[in-house]
């Protein structure tokens, strides 16, 4: 079985300054997706992110991106120029492409940051 | 408005009540997932539906039960809450992408549920 793991519970990280979120994963599959999720305060899930695991290029969105190094099984999401509203649980999420469970995400136990102004 | 609406939204009860808690979507999705929130534990997987007649246990379904009555609609019970199923709870909704693979999941805005 899949394991996601975010050895990170708490991180915080100064207004306008970068910050890397760190996850890992478990798997023997050779084709997946690979997510990160923001949970403001609100509880809201947002998708920040996807990358899928054929694509040797990082993903971007504006001021997030990846560094996906599939040999080492590992996904960390960078934030550049941080925002106040950047503060968030971050969540860490895999997705399987094979089997009857395809399509169903296994979760980190997600990062918390906090921005200083 | 949103595309997937949760009721209630916040929910107190007593042990031993039944608790429904129901999520709707507009986004014409086949796929439909519960998900629990615990502190420190990130969401797990409660049940998943890939449609209307196709429903799957998932990671943690004792003492749950689903009902989906139409593409849209799908419910999540409590037969008997106890205080250990206090959470908080997500539904999340999926379409069949390319080739067949599911596409990104969107979640609704949860519902927190305190069992006392």
């Known amino acids: 079985a899949q394991t996601v793991t975010q050895s990170q519970p708490e991180m915080s990280v100064q207004e306008a300054e970068t910050v890397t979120l760190s996850c890992t994963y478990d798997t023997s599959e050779s084709d997946y997706y690979l997510f990160w999720y923001k949970q403001p305060p609100s509880r809201q899930m947002i998708l920040v992110i996807r990358?899928?695991?054929?694509?040797?290029q990082n993903a971007t969105e504006n001021r997030f991106s990846v560094n996906f190094q599939k040999a080492a099984k590992s996904f960390s999401l960078k934030i550049s120029d941080s925002q106040l509203g950047d503060a968030a649980m971050y969540f860490c999420a895999y997705r399987s492409l094979y089997g009857g469970s395809q399509g169903n995400l296994i979760f980190g136990k997600g990062t918390k940051l906090s921005v200083k102004p | 408005d949103a595309d997937v609406t949760q009721t209630p939204r916040n929910r107190i009860t007593k042990t031993g009540k039944r608790i429904m808690l129901e999520c709707s979507q507009t986004?014409?999705?086949?796929?439909m997932y519960w998900y629990r929130q615990d502190p420190g534990l990130g969401l797990r997987l409660i049940y998943y539906?890939?449609?209307?007649?196709?429903?799957n246990k998932g990671e943690i379904s004792d003492g749950y039960s689903v009902s989906r009555q139409a593409q849209a609609k799908f419910s999540l019970s409590l037969e008997s809450a106890i205080p250990n199923q206090t959470a908080l709870y997500f539904c999340?909704?999926?379409?069949?992408?390319?080739?067949?693979?599911?596409?990104?999941?969107?979640f609704g805005p949860g519902t927190r549920l305190t069992v006392l």
């Open positions: 990358q899928e695991a054929y694509k040797q």
């Open positions: 986004k014409g999705h086949d796929r």
């Open positions: 539906s890939f449609d209307v007649k196709d429903i």
């Open positions: 999340a909704t999926s379409d069949w992408g390319l080739a067949g693979v599911a596409d990104t999941q969107y």
